[in-house]
Nanobody, 119 residues
Framework: QVQLVESGGGLVQPGGSLRLSCAVS????????MSWYRQAPGKERELVAV????????KYGDSVKGRFIISRENAKNTVYLQMNSLKPEDTAVYYC????????????WGQGTQVTVSS
């Protein structure tokens, strides 16, 4: 059964850092591009970052460029999101998603992990 399980969310102060992980199973991880999205209450879901199947290409949403880094370890079937210089506006539920390419429809989604940035 396909599973994508996010972890690493929590409460952090502004300016702090957090690393999210998404561990996947049930499909060939190395054949899929992986993405991170986030959604705050009352807001549209927003693309945070995308990484190609090999990790050779990455793309970031404008709001997180220079602060967040997406990476993956194919041997561990895991994609990461390193979040630095966090702002209250980063507060959201963060989801990972898998697609055949970075342009393709997202086939699989995780349940999400809450990130709250507050003093």
């Amino acid at each position: 059964q396909v599973q994508l399980v996010e972890s690493g969310g929590g409460l952090v102060q502004p300016g702090g850092s957090l690393r999210l992980s998404c561990a996947v199973s049930g499909f060939t991880f190395s054949n899929y591009a992986m993405s991170w999205y986030r959604q705050a209450p009352g807001k549209e879901r927003e693309l945070v970052a995308v990484i190609s199947n090999t990790g050779g290409f990455t793309k970031y949403g404008d709001s997180v460029k220079g602060r967040f880094i997406i990476s993956r370890e194919n041997a561990k079937n895991t994609v990461y999101l390193q979040m630095n210089s966090l702002k209250p506006e980063d507060t959201a539920v963060y989801y990972c998603a898998a697609s055949r390419s970075r342009w393709a429809q997202r086939e699989y989604w995780g349940q999400g992990t809450q990130v709250t940035v507050s003093s």
